[in-house]
Nanobody, 120 residues
Framework: QAQLVESGGGVVQAGGSLRLSCAASGNIFSINDMGWYRQAPGKQRVLVADITRDGTTAYADSVKGRFTISRDNAKNTVHLQMSSLKPEDTAVYYC??????????????WGQGTQVTVSS
């Protein structure tokens, strides 16, 4: 059964750092690309970082140079190291395949996400 469990969010001051982690079930993780997405209040969910199975990464312009995505293929985990955080980084962060995993019974599947709040 598909499963995504995100953790590591919290409240941090601007300029601070956080490290997010995601444990994915094998049927999701085996898909080539994994990504971190975020959804701010009143806005659409957007992809902010992507990593292929061989470790090639890509970032949205808004986080480039501040965020680093990594994956451990042996443990089915994905991480997002976030530095120099800004108030505009405040959002719920989700991990998923890229494009997002589609469960045959439930449709597009998302985990519960983890809240990141950056105070000014």
């Amino acid at each position: 059964q598909a499963q995504l469990v995100e953790s590591g969010g919290g409240v941090v001051q601007a300029g601070g750092s956080l490290r997010l982690s995601c444990a994915a079930s094998g049927n999701i993780f085996s898909i080539n690309d994994m990504g971190w997405y975020r959804q701010a209040p009143g806005k659409q969910r957007v992809l902010v970082a992507d990593i292929t199975r061989d470790g090639t990464t890509a970032y949205a312009d808004s986080v480039k140079g501040r965020f680093t995505i990594s994956r451990d293929n042996a443990k089915n985990t994905v991480h997002l190291q976030m530095s120099s955080l800004k108030p505009e980084d405040t959002a719920v962060y989700y991990c998923n395949a890229n494009p997002p995993y589609v469960d045959v019974r439930r449709g597009v599947y998302w985990g519960q996400g983890t809240q990141v709040t950056v105070s000014s």
